[in-house]
């Protein structure tokens, strides 16, 4: 059997990242989220996976808030932003390259964050990520590919002078 | 090593996202090392993905705070105000599994279901949860046929239904459809705005409440504004605030009690 309950601590780090708002707002987005999963259980395909389904929920949601965030002319002022959106209270060090990757993602076009965020940390396959956004395959992998290329650009540009910043080193 | 299919951007992503099959990962590896300003590259999108996870991972170690607890959720849309729909019932049994679900079911089934006021405006709120995220079957009869479906509405209704105008709102008429509710048919009519915002109204028969002023509720992010009149039931509802929404329920009022002259056949 399928549970949601699981599920909730992803779809909680999905909003936040994504949103790049604080936790009480990407709670009511996740709490928004659960509801519809409540109320449309029945409409969810047989065959569907849960997961899948409910990363849509949240994404077309997420999406509508932030289209309705720029309709009406305000945004997260991304100072205020950044310690409250991400769990870490950074070390100095760290602090400075923590820093630096959030202002980089925040460049970043929704379209492409979503795609990078879902792959890179919610570990969706492509495929998963192309049901989610609604999307082919395809569109998938050239965002990706823009988005990580945008981030390296605008992480290198930001880079100290001794450098790449050390978090780009390879992790295997 | 000779690798049988020329290495693609794809294949880099994938060997970043450890999405490959060994073999092939093992071609990009070879790949890599022979072309070491790509493999720079690659090793900068690996970091960046382990930033990424190392930032936001801590995020899912929290603790989740009680307002997405699923028990409570499904708790609250069984308070007396609402009956619970057997499709939520259905569903809760699928979301809790086996945890914790004792008792609620038996209890938010043989709950006599209100039938006044808020009971439509549950229905109004489930018919709207249904129909108005379905992009491509909101309405079964458009705008185009605006007559048909009066008629067919009206008919099962057994009553003269009006569909209230809300042009000068900026909302365009959709369509609509008959819809089940525990208390007969009712129907629904569905407009748009430019922003493809839909609204939907459901309007059906009161056995009770048959004339009760405009009250306002909210359900997450859908509010409802929701009144009777005539022994008809109405309810206006939307994913707007209750303050937007009731502008337009008492243009619809005032449409319907003017005496259908605004309907435009």
């Known amino acids: ?172 | 090593m000779n690798p049988n299919l020329p290495i693609t951007e794809d294949d880099l992503h994938g060997y970043v996202d450890q999405a490959l099959a060994p073999e092939r990962r093992a071609e990009v590896e070879a790949y890599l090392a022979s072309h070491p300003e790509v493999a720079q590259r690659i090793a900068g999108y690996a970091g960046q993905r382990e930033a990424l996870r190392d930032a936001f991972g801590p995020i899912a170690e929290e603790p989740v705070p009680p307002q997405l607890s699923l028990a409570r959720m499904i708790e609250a849309r069984r308070s007396p105000a609402r009956h619970l729909p057997w499709r939520a019932a259905a569903a809760a049994v699928l979301l809790l599994a086996i945890g914790g679900a004792g008792g609620w079911l038996s209890r938010g089934l043989s709950q006599p279901a209100p039938a006044g006021i808020a009971a439509l405006a549950q229905e109004g709120a489930d018919t709207y949860a249904v129909y108005a995220s379905d992009r491509n079957r909101a309405v079964e009869l458009g705008a185009a046929d605006r007559e048909q479906l009066v008629r067919w509405v009206s008919n099962r209704l057994q009553r003269p239904i009006a569909v209230p105008d809300l042009a000068s709102a900026g909302y365009r008429f959709m369509g609509g459809r008959l819809v089940a509710t525990p208390h007969g048919p009712a129907g629904m009519f569905m407009y748009d705005d430019d922003h493809g915002t839909r609204i939907a109204m459901l309007v059906r028969p009161m056995e009770i409440e048959g004339d009760t002023p405009m009250s306002e509720r909210s359900r997450g992010a859908v509010s409802g504004v929701t009144w009777a009149e005539q022994g008809l039931g109405y309810t206006l509802v939307g994913a707007k605030p209750a303050d937007v929404l009731h502008p337009l329920a008492d243009e619809m009022r005032r449409q319907i009690s003017a005496g259908q002259d605004s309907v435009k056949l």
Not at chain 1, 66 to 78: D, E, M, N, S
Not at chain 1, 91 to 104: D, F, P, V, Y
């Open chain 1, 1 to 172: 059997m399928i549970l949601v309950e699981p599920l909730i601590p992803a779809l909680r780090r999905y909003a936040r990242s994504l949103l790049r708002a604080d936790a009480a707002a990407a709670d009511d987005l996740v709490q928004d989220c659960l509801e519809r999963a409540i109320t449309r259980w029945h409409q969810r395909r047989a065959d569907g996976d849960a997961r899948t389904w409910l990363f849509t929920i949240l994404h077309n949601l997420a999406v509508s808030r932030l289209r309705q965030a720029v309709r009406r002319g305000w945004h997260v002022p991304i100072d205020d932003a950044d310690e409250a959106a991400t769990a870490r209270p950074p070390t100095q060090e760290a602090g400075l390259r923590h820093g630096e990757l959030m202002r980089a993602l925040d460049t970043l076009p929704e379209e492409q964050r979503s795609v990078l965020l879902l792959v890179s940390v919610e570990d969706l396959s492509y495929a998963e990520a192309a049901k989610v956004l609604d999307v082919p395959i395809g569109t998938v992998m050239s965002r990706l590919s823009r988005a990580r290329e945008r981030l390296q650009r605008t992480m290198d540009a930001d880079a100290p002078a001794s450098g790449r910043a050390p978090t780009l080193r390879r992790v295997k």
